[in-house]
């Protein structure tokens, strides 16, 4: 008897399937929330403390704190201590960029549909 799973969008779908895209899916999510996509692209400039951050994006110390320890927790950004503080960087900013670089053509190519995708809801096509 073959396992079924409802993914994100509702889709009923074999369970080893769901797993094997689980972990993409989780990576999609970390960087589809605007605010984790704008540190990671200030983290291009290089590494920052939580309060160059949160001088930057204009955003309490408490939210940006929160949205790097979700990019830590998925790999995407490190830490280290220096004194009482701590720097952040991207933890592999050559694959980021392709990342980024295959996303920008992607949009190229596809224009508005993605803000227009009726199949995403209202807060997924905010985000």
Request: aromatic letters at 4%; one cysteine or more.
């Amino acid at each position: 008897m073959n396992q079924r799973s409802h993914d994100s969008a509702g889709l009923d779908v074999p369970l080893d399937e769901a797993a094997a895209v689980a972990p993409a899916a989780a990576l999609y999510r970390a960087l589809g929330e605007p605010t984790r996509l704008l540190i990671v692209q200030h983290l291009f400039s290089g590494e920052h403390r939580v309060r160059e951050l949160t001088e930057h994006l204009g955003l309490a110390q408490s939210t940006v704190s929160a949205h790097l320890a979700c990019l830590r927790e998925c790999g995407l950004v490190t830490s280290r201590a220096e004194g009482r503080a701590s720097l952040f960087s991207l933890s592999d900013p050559e694959r980021l960029v392709s990342l980024f670089a295959i996303t920008e053509g992607l949009l190229e190519a596809t224009g508005s549909a993605v803000t227009l995708c009726t199949h995403l809801g209202p807060q997924e096509r905010a985000r």
